[in-house]
């Protein structure tokens, strides 16, 4: 028996090559598909993998100076990641078993730092606590110098805190409460029932959300810019090689030496995940049963660490609205339109982040949804491999990518250096796992006799694709493509290698304004990118109304 299994397993690629046969377009699909990959994700990589000689390799591992970055790049990554896990969790087990009021209040604030640009916190740190903060010096009048490893801790704390808040948030929210509701009929109450159920079935949850925001804040480039001081990071070193030193081959180097952790990262996830299915520890709470929550004491406890985390969101986000509209915020509070007509209405960069962000979302959903298609619904030789290319540029620094697209099309055929193309792509490249996984899960639920059907009337895989999978999906789409709208509004480290003076980002211009000390239109133009953000969310809801759920999280 298992010979001939083992046989049949022999044969299938032969028989899915006869099933391509048969439909011409969907093998020219495929075909079409493992060529843009190979153009756009495996020569860029492989270009930035042959710039830097051995001399730059020994000099990477052995040089003391960039030994300490990337000493500081694991110490400050780990620290901020642990600290954004313990607040993400306290506050997610505060709206889930607790009944604290202003649930929904706290729902909202945790997720405002996702729709604002990444280096807001930073930019809201330096107002607040810089050398002339409105906390430190006008309020307190102390000369203190928060620049440094405290200063980045602070900011990609609050900058990861949503990140993590989510993903443990939708664990959280699937427990069974049959689970604990048994284990407290058998003697287990308060903190042993927390301890040895609740927290073992959150396990999953906690190593995921770890991992994930463990390869953002690794890959993180804005805060460290601006809050980091002299504790320099792979990322901005390497920036700092390629545009200060004009050492590229160096610049390359730190760029793959930043690739290595995140991608321990992310396949550790992966096995992870893959070896403790959600499946195991979740599951559809049983009608009448009513989840085990925290006393009244702990409600109170809960309830006041969520409100002062939501009161300091509120106040970093609130800083840089100040600073947007007063003529000098804590001399002047006089309002005025003027650094928002500056960084806004009168740039360019609005518009051209719109422009690409909303191509960026188009491309990176239809795509992915395609590929979602063919990985989950076709059987073709190379599977696994389109999967994990697909899932490929979710684990690789902004910055690499960047400099990656920069150094495989500066020239020849695909010449695109300066052009709002190679943004796009760069930008399109980096979005794309999300669309896909999006994609993947709708599919999932969909059950494939429909699609069956469809073909056994005699339709060929595109047409069933587009008449019968895509008008399922259209949540699904919706969702991805208002995520990677919004994440293409605030990317920073992807671009900072691609923007050019015609092709310049409302994102980086506020790394810039901040950076040469023009706080006010740094902060007005991190108000238009998220009253940009909003409007996109608000047209989406109007449009689909029930069927989208942004906040209910």
């Not at 110098?145 to 200063?151: F, R, S």
């Amino acid at each position: 028996m298992n010979e001939k299994e083992s046989g049949r397993e022999h044969t299938g690629i032969a028989a899915e090559m006869k099933v391509l046969l048969r439909e011409p377009p969907l093998l020219i699909g495929i075909l079409a598909v493992f060529l843009l990959f190979a153009v756009f994700i495996i020569y860029p990589f492989v270009k930035i993998l042959l710039v830097p000689t051995s001399a730059d390799w020994m000099r990477a591992v052995t040089d003391k100076e960039f030994i300490e970055v990337f000493s500081h790049t694991i110490f400050s990554s780990f620290v901020a990641t642990a600290t954004a896990i313990v607040f993400g969790f306290i506050f997610a087990y505060g709206v889930n078993y607790t009944n604290m009021p202003c649930k929904r209040f706290f729902q909202v604030v945790a997720l405002l730092p996702t729709m604002a640009p990444s280096v807001v916190s930073g930019l809201a740190f330096i107002m607040l606590f810089g050398r002339r903060g409105f906390i430190t010096w006008e309020m307190l009048h102390l000369k203190v110098d928060l620049y440094g490893p405290v200063g980045l801790w602070a900011a990609q704390t609050i900058a990861f805190f949503p990140l993590a808040y989510i993903t443990i948030s939708g664990v959280l929210k699937n427990i069974s409460p049959n689970l604990e509701l048994a284990a407290q009929n058998l003697g287990a109450k308060g903190w042993y029932l927390f301890r040895t159920v609740t927290l073992r079935l959150a396990t999953p949850g906690l190593a995921s959300a770890f991992l994930l925001v463990g390869i953002n804040s690794l890959a993180d480039f804005g805060n460290p810019m601006l809050v980091g001081g002299n504790y320099h990071v792979l990322a901005t070193e390497a920036y700092t090689q390629v545009t200060g030193a004009w050492d590229l081959p160096m610049g390359a180097t730190l760029s793959v030496f930043l690739v290595i952790p995140t991608l321990i990262v992310f396949f550790v996830q992966r096995y992870y995940l893959e070896k403790n299915s959600y499946v195991t520890v979740t599951g559809k709470p049983v009608a009448g049963l009513i989840r085990v929550t925290a006393g009244p004491a702990a409600t109170w406890c809960f309830f006041t660490f969520c409100m002062l985390l939501s009161l300091g969101i509120l106040m970093i986000i609130g800083v840089v609205v100040l600073f947007a509209f007063t003529v000098s915020f804590g001399a002047d509070y006089t309002f005025t339109l003027e650094y928002f007509k500056e960084g806004v209405i009168n740039s360019n960069v609005m518009v051209n982040s719109w422009v690409a962000s909303m191509s960026t979302a188009a491309i990176s959903t239809v795509f992915g949804i395609a590929l979602a298609f063919l990985v989950l619904r076709k059987k073709f030789p190379g599977r696994t491999v389109m999967d994990f290319l697909a899932m490929l540029p979710v684990s690789l620094p902004g910055t690499f990518i960047g400099l990656a697209m920069i150094l495989a099309f500066n020239d020849g055929p695909l010449e695109m250096t300066g052009t709002l193309a190679i943004i796009i792509l760069g930008m399109a490249l980096r979005q794309l796992p999300v669309g896909y996984r999006q994609a993947v899960a709708g599919l999932k639920q969909i059950e494939g006799s429909l699609e069956q059907a469809s073909t056994n009337l005699g339709a060929g895989s595109f047409t069933t694709f587009r008449k019968i999978v895509l008008p399922m999906l259209k949540n699904s789409l919706s969702v991805s493509f208002v995520y990677a709208f919004m994440r293409s509004m605030n990317t920073l480290s992807t671009v900072i290698f691609l923007v050019s003076p015609e092709w310049n980002l409302a994102s980086i211009n506020i790394m810039s304004l901040a950076n040469q000390g023009f706080l006010p239109t740094a902060s007005a133009t991190a108000v238009g990118i998220m009253l940009v953000i909003y409007l996109t969310f608000g047209v989406v809801k109007l449009i689909l109304r029930d069927k989208i759920n942004i906040f209910d999280l």
